[in-house]
């Protein structure tokens, strides 16, 4: 199987480029500086092709793509994985901000993908693996931006799924809850602004997060070889809970809104003509 993961130098990128090549696949990796592309090369010459790629710059993403295709004689897994945390409460955070965390969290990803569907389409094969995560599906105060930025995500392929189906080419959306990775290091940014009066729930992200480096729950290892068991599967799933956690938020949002249904469900239902 050959493999197009973006965001390789570290991480579930890594995890789970390491777990491909071990099984003897192809990988090809995006990476943002030359330095992790020599090392991501390393781990296996020959098999393990790295490319500069920038996940805000589209003409740099389709350039990857292009050249990992080449490569690799054919991609037959995307994996969309390059991504970074925005922490602060909504009003904190400035627009600058929260159109960097869109540009590589949403933007990014979408633009490997319609890079990669006309090869997927001319195959009628393909799959589609975007690295959401749990905050995709359940909200967490002082995560709004980031939280948006997997919310879009997850609206965009999850329609991409309903369009591509019957070209043969699968998606599945990977939401992982914490993991031991560096994302509450390196991949972690904090909203300049502060506003005291936001020193409640909506600064118990941050410092979760803080207290919690080094010690979440899930590792990458696992969540990498979860991901392997369904890529190419013939049905996929959609939308993959990956840790307990994931699993708890998860339901927890959903049964909560389905409470709100049930007890908004007159006033719901009170719309219509009387015809």
């Known amino acids: 199987m050959n493999w197009l993961i973006t965001g390789v130098s570290g991480g579930l990128g890594r995890a789970l480029a390491q777990a491909a090549l071990a099984r003897g696949d192809q990988v090809a990796g995006t990476v943002r500086k030359s330095s992790d592309l020599a090392a991501f090369e390393a781990l296996s010459p020959g098999r393990a092709h790295g490319f500069l790629a920038n996940m805000a710059d589209e003409v740099s ?12 004689g054919g991609v037959n897994v995307l994996v969309g994985n390059a991504g970074y945390g925005l922490i602060g409460a909504v009003e904190e955070s400035s ?30 094969a393909g799959h589609v693996i975007t690295i959401t ?90 969540v990498a ?10 049905e996929p799933p959609l939308q993959l809970l990956l840790g307990a956690d994931a699993m708890l938020y998860a339901t927890r949002q959903l049964a909560a809104f389905q409470i709100e249904i049930g007890r908004w469900a007159q006033l719901s239902l009170s719309t219509a003509f009387n015809d």
Request: charged share 25%; glycine share 10%; with cysteine.
């Open 61 to 72: 993403i389709r350039a990857a793509v292009d050249r990992a295709e080449a490569k690799l």
């Open 95 to 124: 627009l600058a901000e929260i159109r960097a965390q869109f540009e590589v969290n949403v933007f990014g990803p979408i633009a490997a993908i319609q890079a990669v569907l006309p090869y997927f389409r001319a195959r009628r």
């Open 133 to 222: 995560s749990v905050s995709g599906v359940a909200a967490w105060a002082g995560t709004g931006i980031y939280c948006g930025s997997k919310h879009a995500l997850e609206g965009v392929t999850q329609t991409l799924a309903q369009e591509v189906a019957e070209l043969g080419i699968k998606v599945t959306n990977v939401e992982p809850g914490g993991m031991r990775t560096d994302y509450a290091g390196r991949s972690l940014i904090v909203s300049e602004r502060k506003i005291s009066d936001y020193e409640g729930s909506a600064r118990n992200a941050e410092r979760i997060l803080g207290d919690h480096a080094g010690q979440e729950p899930g590792d990458p290892a696992k």
């Open 225 to 234: 070889a979860a991901i392997l068991a369904i890529a190419g599967a013939d």
